[in-house]
C-alpha cells in the first residue's frame, strides 16, 4: 500500500544509509582481500634478490613488512566479520515476531521518556532560580484553574484569550481538544493556570474514553473550577453530567460557572438562560458558586472572568516563569494545529477518525524548521478524501497548517504531510498508547 504524501513547499529528501555502515566508513571485502594478496606477492619478489645477495639489513625490512603486511590483513578480516555479524543481526531483526519487534519499540520509548524527563527537571530548576530571582508582591497570587464543560463550548478559544495568543487548536467541530493543555497568564500580581481540557461527553470508543478521563483528572488538585456553558443554547444532558459530576467532588474548589457565547445570545433570553444552567447546580449551597456572562470570541466581560478567578486564587510565588504560556512543546502543539487544519476544511465523516503523528522536528538554522508530520484516518475511502484530487485537499490542508505553525514558532516551516490508513484506530488499545492516548478505566457496559 502506497502512502499519499505532499508538502507544501516541495518534496524533502532523506539521506539513505546501508545496513550496518556508517557515515565515512570504507568499503571492506574482497577488493581489499585481493590488494592484500597482491601487496603479499610484491614483497615475495622483493624478498628474492636480497636474500641472493645476503644482505641481512634486506631481509630484517622484508620481515618487518611482512609482518605489517600480515597484521594489516588480520584487521581487514576481523572488520569483514563485523559487517557480517551486522548484516545477521538485520536478519534476526527481519525474521523477529512484530510482539518482540514491538516490546523493543516499547524499552527504547521509556528510555526516550526517562531523557525527556531529566532534561524537564533541568529546566524546571532553572525556571525555579528565574522566579525565585522575581520581586514578588506579598499579596501576589497563583494557582491553577480547570476548564470544564461539554465539547464545542468554546473552552479553547476562551484559553486563547485569556492568554493573548494561540496555543491551542480551535474549529467548529467538537472535540477538537484531545488532551489537557496549560494555559499560563502572567500578570502583575497574580498568575492564572487555565487547565484546558477534552469536552465530556458520552463516549462512543477508548479515544472517547481517554476525553473524558483527561478531564475528570484535570478537576484534581485545582484552585478553581471554570464550568463553561453555552448560553446560546438551552442545558444538554452532557451539562448536567457534568453538574452532577462537580457536585460529588469532596472536597469542591470554588466553582464559577461561566456562560459564554452570549454576543450570539438576544439579551432578553440572557436572564432566562442563568435561570436554566443555574438550577443544574442546585445541591450546591448558597454562595458557592459564582456566575458570569461573557463572549470568548467577542472579548466581552473577559475582565471581569480574569478578576473574579484572580481574586479566588489562594496567595503564593508563580509556578511558572512569566515567559511561559504553555507547558507543550512547539511538535506537540504543531501535530494539533495540523489537525486544525483538517477539521477546517473536511467533510463531516472524517475529521472525528483522524490522528496527527509528528515524525521529525528539526531546525535548519537560517532555514527555518523541517515538520514531518502522518495523518491517519480509518479507512482507504477517508485516504481519498483528505489527499484530494491530484493532492489538492492535502496541499490545502499543509497550507493552512504551514502558516498557523510559522505564526506560533515565528520562523519558516517546511511542512511535509503524508497520509496513511490505521484501520479503527480509535478502538485500538496499542496504537492510542503509542500517539500518547493511554486510557486507564474502561467505562464501556
Given at each position: 500500500m502506497q502512502d499519499g504524501k505532499g508538502s507544501d513547499e516541495g518534496e524533502g529528501r532523506g539521506a539513505r544509509v546501508r545496513p550496518g555502515g556508517e557515515s565515512g566508513a570504507c568499503p571492506v571485502g574482497p577488493v581489499l582481500a585481493g590488494e592484500v594478496g597482491l601487496q603479499e606477492e610484491k614483497v615475495g619478489r622483493q624478498s628474492a634478490a636480497p636474500s641472493q645477495e645476503g644482505g641481512a639489513e634486506v631481509n630484517a625490512d622484508i620481515e618487518t613488512t611482512m609482518a605489517s603486511v600480515r597484521q594489516c590483513a588480520c584487521q581487514i578480516s576481523i572488520?569483514?566479520?563485523?559487517?557480517?555479524?551486522?548484516?545477521?543481526?538485520?536478519?534476526?531483526?527481519?525474521?523477529?515476531?512484530?510482539?518482540?519487534l514491538n516490546a523493543l519499540a516499547g524499552i527504547g520509548e521509556c528510555l526516550a521518556k526517562s531523557l525527556i524527563e531529566f532534561i524537564v527537571k533541568g529546566k524546571q530548576s532553572s525556571r525555579r532560580r528565574r522566579i525565585h530571582a522575581m520581586i514578588i508582591p506579598s499579596e501576589y497570587r497563583s494557582g491553577f484553574v480547570a476548564v470544564i464543560g461539554r465539547p464545542n463550548v468554546g473552552k479553547s478559544t476562551l484559553v486563547n484569550a485569556?492568554?493573548?495568543?494561540?496555543?491551542?487548536?480551535?474549529?467548529?467541530r467538537p472535540q477538537t481538544t484531545r488532551r489537557r493543555q496549560l494555559g499560563i497568564l502572567s500578570l502583575e500580581r497574580a498568575q492564572i493556570i487555565f487547565v484546558d481540557t477534552p469536552g465530556i461527553h458520552v463516549p462512543r470508543h477508548r479515544l472517547g474514553?481517554?476525553?473524558?478521563?483527561?478531564?475528570?483528572?484535570?478537576?484534581?488538585?485545582?484552585?478553581?473550577i471554570l464550568f463553561l456553558v453555552d448560553a446560546s443554547v438551552a442545558p444538554q444532558g452532557e451539562d448536567q453530567r457534568i453538574a452532577t459530576l462537580l457536585a460529588a467532588l469532596q472536597p469542591c474548589p470554588p466553582v464559577i460557572l461561566g456562560l459564554n457565547k452570549i454576543d450570539i445570545l438576544p439579551k432578553a433570553v440572557l436572564e432566562g438562560r442563568v435561570r436554566e444552567y443555574r438550577a443544574l447546580l442546585e445541591e450546591f449551597p448558597d454562595g458557592?458558586?459564582?456566575t458570569l456572562a461573557f463572549s470568548a470570541t467577542a472579548g466581552q466581560g473577559l475582565s471581569?472572568?480574569?478578576?473574579?478567578?484572580?481574586?479566588?486564587?489562594?496567595?503564593?510565588?508563580?509556578?511558572?516563569s512569566p515567559e511561559q504560556v504553555t507547558d507543550l512543546y512547539e511538535r506537540d502543539i504543531a501535530a494539533d494545529l495540523i489537525r486544525e487544519a483538517a477539521l477546517r476544511f473536511l467533510q463531516d465523516e472524517v475529521p472525528h477518525a483522524l490522528a496527527v503523528r509528528i515524525d521529525d522536528y528539526k531546525e535548519r538554522g537560517e532555514n527555518g524548521a523541517y515538520v514531518a508530520a502522518t495523518l491517519f484516518v480509518e479507512r482507504e475511502s477517508q485516504k481519498g478524501i483528505v489527499i484530494g484530487a491530484e493532492g489538492a485537499m492535502l496541499k490545502r490542508i499543509g497550507s493552512a497548517?504551514?502558516?498557523?505553525?510559522?505564526?506560533?514558532?515565528?520562523?519558516?516551516?517546511?511542512?511535509?504531510?503524508?497520509?496513511?490508513?490505521a484501520k479503527g484506530w480509535r478502538n485500538d488499545a496499542a496504537f492510542l498508547r503509542r500517539l500518547g492516548y493511554k486510557v486507564v478505566k474502561d467505562n464501556r457496559t
Open positions: 572488520t569483514a566479520s563485523q559487517v557480517e555479524n551486522r548484516l545477521i543481526a538485520l536478519k534476526t531483526l527481519q525474521e523477529m515476531p512484530r510482539a518482540r485569556l492568554v493573548g495568543q494561540k496555543i491551542a487548536a480551535v474549529s467548529p474514553e481517554f476525553f473524558n478521563q483527561e478531564a475528570e483528572a484535570a478537576l484534581e488538585g485545582v484552585d478553581v458557592a458558586v459564582s471581569e472572568l480574569l478578576t473574579a478567578l484572580a481574586e479566588r486564587l489562594p496567595p503564593g510565588p508563580p509556578h511558572y497548517a504551514r502558516q498557523e505553525i510559522e505564526a506560533m514558532s515565528g520562523r519558516k516551516v517546511f511542512l511535509e504531510l503524508r497520509v496513511k490508513v
